[in-house]
Structure formats: structure tokens, C-alpha cells
T-cell receptor, first 112, second 112 residues
């Protein structure tokens, strides 16, 4: 089945230690998104790739970076995680020009 | 500007009784609207979508929603709640740049 896969499902990192979360998709969608979701809140868009074009949200901290080496894969790098970065990180995809998004299962990040 | 308002942050129902989750929207983009469900520690799953065909949309798991342009509403209903319906529900509308604007979410509690 076509899907969005996120690894790992749970990640524990130390304060200030860089961490990378990964997302892959078999849907062949042009657009890939990264969201941060804190407890009992709606997902908050960090950035998205429209094909290879990177689009950063204005309020996304510089501490968050992303890479998309090919259509199928996208990575979220947190350069120096703080306690406030503990959250669920969701990856999603969509077709160009369509708004329907398909979500992965998420990675729960804990910062100690 | 796009906005999505979910009128109830929490809804509590008894198993077997109807569920109503309310959503009002303001969007100048494509007349698409979405409802997503999120179970604990999972990603968002698309329940249903409105794409300007029929105003009454049927989704998965017995859910349906009615698009009412005059009321700018897209309320989600289910005739008979099941324990497995306990989750967080998000209404979403299109935004610029192939993005979605999410409502604040409604947490559904189902009592036996």
C-alpha cells in the first residue's frame, strides 16, 4: 500500500544534541510537509517542499532545518534541541495543486 | 485570510448516541474542506473531504459532513458513537501555497 513512513516512531535526545527525523513516501507526491504538534494542539506547519523548492514558515526557528534529497525522502534536522522542542513531529504529503494531505504516523520526540 | 474555527474543544457522548462536531470556515481558496481524525500517538487520518460536488459528504467509519455555504459551516456527524471514535478531530481548509489551515481540534470522549 502506498504510504508515508516516519522513522523512528519515538526518539529521545539530550538537550543541545542534534537530532534528525526522517520521512519517506511511496505516493510519489510532489509536496512534502513537516509539522510540529504539541499536546492538545493543532499541527503547526514548520516548512514544506514544493518539488525541490523549500518554503519556510515565517515563525519557524532557525534551529529547525530540512533536506529533501529526492522525491521520496525528507529529513527534519533539529540542530540544538531545547526542552520546548519536545513534541510530535508529523510528515505529510500532497499532490501539487491539491490540498488533500496524507500523514505519516509521526515521531514523538523527547528532550532530556 | 483563511481561518477555521471548531466551536467545541471537547465533546462528550455516550456510546450509541449521535455525535456532532462543529466547524466554521473562512477561505478564499479552492472550495475544499476536510475532516481528519487523530488517535493518541498516531498521525492524522483523512475522514472525509468536500470538493464542491455533493454538499453531503460521506466518509469512513460512518461519519458524514454537510457543507453549508450560507452558514460557512462544515459540521461532522455520526448517528451512533462507538468507543473507537474517541479521538481528536480536526477540520481543515485550503490556504495559499498548497497548505492547509487547521482548526483548533475537538477532543471526543465516548462514555460506555
Amino acid at each position: 500500500d502506498a504510504m508515508v513512513i516516519q522513522n523512528p516512531r519515538y526518539q529521545v535526545t539530550q538537550f543541545g544534541k542534534p537530532v534528525t527525523l526522517s520521512c519517506s513516501q511511496t505516493l510519489n507526491h510532489n509536496v512534502m510537509y513537516w509539522y510540529q504538534q504539541k499536546s492538545s494542539q493543532a499541527p503547526k506547519l514548520l516548512f514544506h517542499y514544493y518539488d525541490k523548492d523549500f518554503n519556510n514558515e515565517a515563525d519557524t526557528p532557525d534551529n529547525f532545518q530540512s533536506r529533501r534529497p529526492n522525491t521520496s525522502f525528507c529529513f527534519l534536522d533539529i540542530r540544538s534541541p531545547g526542552l520546548g522542542d519536545a513534541a510530535m513531529y508529523l510528515c505529510a504529503t500532497s499532490r501539487k495543486g491539491l490540498y488533500e494531505q496524507y500523514f505519516g504516523p509521526g515521531t514523538r520526540l523527547t528532550v532530556t | 485570510a483563511q481561518s477555521v474555527t471548531q466551536l467545541d474543544s471537547h465533546v462528550s457522548v455516550s456510546e450509541g448516541t449521535p455525535v456532532l462536531l462543529r466547524c466554521n470556515y473562512s477561505s478564499s481558496y479552492s472550495p475544499s474542506l476536510f475532516w481528519y481524525v487523530q488517535h493518541p500517538n498516531k498521525g492524522l487520518q483523512l475522514l472525509l473531504k468536500y470538493t464542491s460536488a455533493a454538499t453531503l459528504v460521506k466518509g469512513i467509519n460512518g461519519f458524514e459532513a454537510e457543507f453549508k455555504k450560507s452558514e460557512t459551516s462544515f459540521h461532522l456527524t455520526k448517528p451512533s458513537a462507538h468507543m473507537s471514535d474517541a479521538a481528536e478531530y480536526f477540520c481543515a481548509a485550503p490556504a495559499a501555497g498548497n497548505k492547509l489551515t487547521f482548526g483548533g481540534g475537538t477532543r471526543v470522549l465516548v462514555k460506555p
